[in-house]
């Protein structure tokens, strides 16, 4: 099983600030690799796909990059909306399907 | 705007058998798509269940896939979940939702909370 893991478990950021989460691969997947943003008592939803291509909505201060190992969301601007628990999946390993713990982004 | 709706008890008991719906509206289940369930214990990640097409063909997660089935009712644009022998351990919110094009789901149900208890 490919584990992902997530960093910070926790990111303390200024509304208008730039915030950068990360997740590695115990493996390479690739690029097969999603975002998702879960807020209180909704479903996640999809933010970024593919690693870098961002979904049907998604305002353009959300973007993600990277391969193989070694992931990054960042968001641009922080906006009062954006302050949420963040889930990387990867893909690349199917059936074996994993998601990493989560990063917790919360206001400054 | 395609929309997913579970669902099914929310109370079942041990060793018995989990089962949920997941009614798909704004859109065909008929479609290109994969539909897929996943879990959340309480507090914690979520966890990639299976998937089914509208054929009927299925994969599962093989860590749950001896407990897991997972059926599609076209006539009634839905599909199902069923997990067997459950433990406490099987409490969490089950969410149904589309495989966008691998799996990335794209639109997810709100969730319902199955727990597990006598």
């Known amino acids: 099983e490919i584990v992902m893991t997530q960093s910070p478990a926790t990111l303390s950021v200024s509304p208008g600030e730039r915030a950068t989460l990360s997740c590695r691969a115990s493996?390479?997947?690739?690029?097969?690799l999603a975002w998702y943003q879960q807020k209180p008592g909704q479903a996640p939803r999809l933010l970024i796909y593919g690693a870098s291509t961002r979904a049907t909505g998604i305002p353009a201060r959300f973007s993600g990059s990277g391969s193989g190992t070694e992931f990054t969301l960042t968001i641009s601007s922080l906006q009062s909306e954006d302050f949420a628990v963040y889930y990387c999946q990867q893909y690349n390993n199917w059936p074996r399907i994993t998601f990493g713990q989560g990063t917790r982004l919360e206001i400054k | 705007q395609v929309q997913l709706q579970e669902s099914g008890p929310g109370l079942v008991k041990p060793s018995g058998t989990l089962s949920l719906t997941c009614a798909v509206s704004?859109?065909?289940?008929?479609?290109?798509?994969?539909w897929s369930w996943i879990r959340q214990p309480p507090g914690k990640g979520l966890e990639w269940i299976g998937e089914?097409?509208?054929?009927?063909?299925?994969n599962y997660n093989p860590s749950l896939k001896s407990r897991v089935t997972i059926s599609v009712d076209k006539s009634k644009n839905q599909f199902s979940l069923k997990l067997s022998s459950v433990t406490a351990a099987d409490t969490a919110v089950y969410y149904c939702?589309?495989?966008?094009?691998?799996?990335?789901?794209?639109?997810w149900g709100q969730g319902t909370l199955v727990t597990v208890s006598s």
């Open positions: 089914i097409y509208h054929s009927g063909s299925t």
């Open positions: 939702a589309r495989n966008l094009q691998k799996w990335e789901f794209d639109y």
């Open positions: 704004g859109g065909s289940i008929s479609s290109s798509n994969w």
């Open positions: 493996q390479s997947v690739s690029s097969n």
